[in-house]
């Protein structure tokens, strides 16, 4: 199972940008192919993302990590047995010889890591899922549960919500087909709400509806209380939400701004937004709802609802186990968004989780905003028994993608159980 080729390309994500996709060939004949997605909403703590600069596509080409991916990464890894995922990305990682893949870019470290992975399933014969399982030892699978990103706001909606993603959880489901026709009648039922409310009905990044609500978050939050009750399903039983703040892109001189709302917030006050908004509406969790920097205030707003609702890291943590280690050691949060293209390799990626697993946090299985037709997250958050996973709106096709792909999944796995993390509210 030797690696015998290396080739990358100039591909586009979702945003209609370049971004590098891979094929390592192995000495069977067996292909893996990875694509690399990009974030808008990015985090200091990530790995960078190397683009070209320039007049071409606005400085955003990748020729140069493409060359680093035939030039540097390919002759150093050719030949090796691609079975060792940990020895292949350690090499990787030497190569960069930098804290955040700013050498080789994590466009094509991860490219590269992923593409090693999924030919060595294929030369195994085995499901990509199962490949994952098998680097950490796993052989019990469940269905993670979705997501789904309904109303965009934040950098992937200019003009819209100042909170980045309103999602909806199916929690009533009891498996993954069951989940998704709630998300698709639900999404549906939402766009005529939206209508007959005179907002437009066009989407985001993530394929969410993308509303200029007027009277900020609470708005719309009973927007989506409507959307979930027209559809004949009840809040807080069938149906939960979670939110992603972003607050990082909210952070201003005076504390935190919320410009649509026309509202602004210290810490402690924003705090207790989240305490009123919880108790008014069925949120299981909040993603980001401090800004990356703001560690003291993550530990208090862990104290206030850690035990209550789930508080998960994303831009404080970047997948970056140094970072997770001071969030478990600080008490800041409850919970983890892993994202692949944060650090750079699929053996950091596992790292993060397991650190995050041990220390009996949850993980979030997480896509970007600038995403690919790549299903590899699906198959993580199988593989990996992450329990949950993001993967945008229920509408664009490089997000349903990943849902169709859940359902093959558990299809293939028989009598898959959906993962519950959350209990029904009421």
């Not at 080729?5 to 940008?17: L, N």
């Not at 994590?106 to 294929?122: F, M, P, R």
Request: proline share 3%; charged share 20%; with cysteine.
């Amino acid at each position: 199972m030797t690696i015998a080729s290396i080739s990358a390309r100039q591909v586009y994500d979702s945003r209609g940008f370049p971004t590098v996709e891979c094929d390592v060939v192995l000495d069977d004949g067996s292909l893996g192919r990875a694509i690399v997605p990009s974030g808008a909403s990015t985090g200091s703590g990530e790995a960078l993302e190397l683009r070209d600069g320039g007049k071409d596509y606005g400085g955003k080409g990748v020729t140069h990590a493409i060359a680093n991916v035939i030039d540097i990464i390919a002759p150093a890894i050719k030949g090796r047995d691609a079975s060792d995922q940990k020895a292949i990305d350690q090499t990787i990682i030497e190569l960069d010889g930098t804290e955040n893949k700013s050498k080789l870019g994590e466009n094509a470290t991860l490219a590269v890591s992923l593409a090693t992975a999924k030919a060595a399933a294929t030369s195994a014969k085995q499901p990509l899922y199962a490949y994952f399982g098998s680097l950490i030892n796993n052989t019990e699978f469940t269905i993670p549960m979705p997501q789904l990103n309904i109303l965009n706001g934040g950098k992937h909606a200019h003009g819209s919500t100042d909170v980045q993603e309103f999602m909806i959880i199916p929690i009533g489901a009891q498996d993954i087909s069951t989940g998704l026709r709630m998300a698709s009648e639900i999404y549906h039922r939402l766009g005529t709400v939206l209508s007959d409310a005179g907002y437009a009905t066009s989407v985001g990044d993530e394929g969410g509806y993308a509303p200029s609500v007027k009277n900020g978050t609470e708005e719309a939050l009973q927007l989506l209380n409507k959307a979930v009750e027209t559809a004949g399903y009840v809040p807080g039983k069938d149906v939960a939400y979670a939110l992603d703040i972003a607050a990082s892109e909210l952070v201003g001189e005076y504390g935190y701004n919320f410009a649509r709302a026309n509202k602004q917030y210290n810490s402690d006050e924003l705090i207790g937004m989240y305490d009123h908004l919880v108790h008014s509406f069925p949120i299981v969790s909040i993603e980001d709802g401090l800004g990356e920097n703001d560690w003291a205030s993550w530990k208090k707003l862990n104290e206030h609802l850690g035990q209550q609702i789930q508080l998960v890291g994303d831009d404080l943590i970047a997948t970056h186990t140094s970072l997770l280690k001071r969030a478990i050691d600080e008490k800041s949060a409850n919970a983890i968004l892993i994202k692949p293209n944060q650090i750079g390799t699929l053996s950091e990626t596992i790292d993060a989780l397991t650190m995050a697993k041990q220390a009996g946090w949850r993980t979030v299985i997480s896509h970007r905003s600038g995403e690919t037709e790549d299903t590899t997250i699906a198959h993580l958050a199988v593989g990996l028994n992450a329990g949950q996973i993001k993967a945008g709106s229920f509408a664009r096709s490089e997000r349903i993608a990943k849902y169709n792909e859940l359902i093959r999944i558990a299809e293939q796995l028989h009598n898959s159980q959906l993962s519950h993390p959350f209990t029904v509210l009421s």
